[in-house]
């Protein structure tokens, strides 16, 4: 008993030290990408200026007084307020569909889960299209510092998220197999549907499409506010729930016998993971595979208890995101930008198709 004891403590142990390791190689990472990202751009800008802007400005914003000089308005300009904003918001929107993935693979057992596939994404797109062609792109009336935009792309993502539990369901339970299916032909609808709502107004077909590519093209530090009254109370939600992930794994037999209501906790981490989808969905349009792709390379890495699955895919969704920006922006020539959903989905593409061959072939996934 006792060596048992001991040698449960002792895997606990590893494991957590597993994690700090991990996490702190993401933060890392995430820190010399922030910089190294603020290098590229059609202006060319030396570290030292990129340093310096950021220590300054961070020092403007917490009162405190730099030993740095201020760097030329211009560079300061460009580094702070054109550059960062757009990598902080690649971070936040990698990490909100990165943790998505992970709660919707962990809720669900399923790895070819995630909001693109489940048609979360396309519901959250579809409440956004909806609310352009009507022209409801500002505020909400009695929370001003709510958009119109990420509300309805919530709704959206919220209606997508019922239909395909409902086609799920069969004899009360949720059939896991044929969700993903399900999500398949809610997507597709979808799919119609906004092409309907673009041909009703040729006027809004620009902005309509920007959705369905996803883009962070324009984007920044008004986006990032945009996102975080839909963003931090869908993470302490899923936080909240993130021990009760680790029992919905094991099934829906043991969660009872452990005295969980699984059909309540299930319920509460979708909305969470449907309101990470919609804020991401309404800044920066649909952008698939990284919900999918991030999750697999986590749980290979660090094994698949919950907690620290979600911070260590969060971290490493939005340096994914983040550098697939860094490629839409730069490869092509002339300063012309792909949409950051091409990027994702050629690297993601592969290895859904790489999935589905394990799968087939009765590996362990």
């Not at 002792?10 to 957590?16: S, V």
């Not at 961070?58 to 009162?63: C, G, N, R």
Request: charge should be positive; hydrophobic fraction near 55%.
């Amino acid at each position: 008993m006792a060596d048992t004891t001991e040698h449960t403590s002792a895997r606990h142990t590893e494991r957590a030290r597993r994690f700090r390791r991990t996490a702190l190689c993401a933060l890392a990472a995430c820190l010399v990408s922030v910089v190294s990202a603020c290098l590229f751009g059609p202006m060319d800008i030396a570290v030292r200026d990129v340093l310096t802007v950021l220590v300054v400005r961070l020092a403007d914003l917490f009162s405190l007084s730099a030993a740095a000089e201020p760097a030329s308005p211009t560079v300061s300009l460009v580094v702070w307020d054109i550059r960062l904003g757009r990598i902080v918001l690649s971070l936040l929107v990698g990490a909100s569909l990165a943790v998505t993935g992970t709660v919707f693979q962990g809720i669900l057992r399923n790895p070819l889960a995630d909001p693109f596939t489940l048609g979360v994404s396309s519901g959250a797109a579809f409440g956004a299209s909806l609310a352009i062609l009507l022209g409801f792109t500002g505020a909400l009336p009695l929370l001003p510092a709510v958009g119109f935009l990420p509300a309805a792309a919530l709704g959206g993502a919220l209606l997508a998220l019922f239909a395909v539990i409902i086609l799920g369901r069969s004899g009360g339970r949720l059939r896991r197999e044929t969700l993903v299916l399900a999500g398949v032909v809610v997507a597709t609808f979808l799919a119609a549907l906004i092409s309907l709502v673009k041909s009703l107004d040729e006027d809004s077909v620009a902005s309509i499409v920007f959705w369905i590519m996803g883009s962070m093209q324009g984007r920044g530090w008004n986006e990032c506010g945009l996102m975080l009254p839909w963003l931090v109370p869908g993470l302490l939600l899923i936080w909240r729930y993130s021990r009760e992930l680790d029992i919905l794994a094991l099934g829906d037999t043991q969660a009872r016998q452990l005295g969980m209501n699984a059909d309540t906790v299930r319920l509460r981490l979708l909305i969470g993971a449907s309101m990470l989808t919609a804020a991401a969905v309404a800044v920066s349009g649909v952008i698939g595979f990284v919900g999918l792709v991030v999750p697999h390379l986590m749980r290979m890495l660090q094994g698949g208890e919950h907690r620290p699955l979600l911070v260590s895919s969060g971290l490493s969704g939005g340096l994914l995101l983040l550098w697939s920006d860094v490629a839409a922006r730069t490869i092509l020539p002339q300063g012309a930008e792909l949409p950051v959903g091409v990027v994702t989905a050629l690297l993601g593409g592969p290895f859904f198709c790489l999935l589905l061959r394990r799968r087939a072939a009765g590996d362990a996934v």
